[in-house]
């Protein structure tokens, strides 16, 4: 069973700084993509960040040079660092594991950022 759980969200002021961290048991983490989306209230999920099992990454125009995601296959652990934030990166952020044999993807509960002015 594939579980994935995330940490690290709240209430920030902009400019700040977030770390989001995403626990994943039940896969074989070192080869398997892993990727952060985000919701906002009454709008779309959308990719934030993802990274292979290779290390290679992609962001989203909107976060690019702001957002870095890493991953310590060691401690089967996906990161989202998030720096000069701001209200529009307020959402619901969500940890998304697909798996290299089969394509499935799994989700975590999802964890509220949520940025004042």
């Given amino acids: 069973q594939v579980q994935l759980v995330e940490s690290g969200g709240g209430l920030v002021q902009a400019g700040r700084s977030l770390r989001l961290s995403c626990l994943a048991s039940g896969s074989a983490f070192n080869r398997d993509a892993m990727a952060w989306y985000r919701q906002a209230p009454g709008k779309q999920r959308e990719l934030v960040a993802r ?19 890493s991953r310590d296959n060691a401690k089967n652990t996906v990161y989202l660092q998030m720096n000069s934030l701001n209200p ?16 499935n993807d ?12």
């Fill in 51 to 69: 990274i292979g099992r290779t290390g290679n990454t992609n962001y989203a125009d909107s976060v690019k040079a702001r957002f870095i995601i």
């Fill in 88 to 103: 529009e990166d307020t959402a619901v952020y969500y940890c998304n594991l697909r798996t290299f044999g089969s394509g």
């Fill in 106 to 117: 799994y989700w975590g509960q999802g964890t509220q950022v949520t940025v004042s002015s």
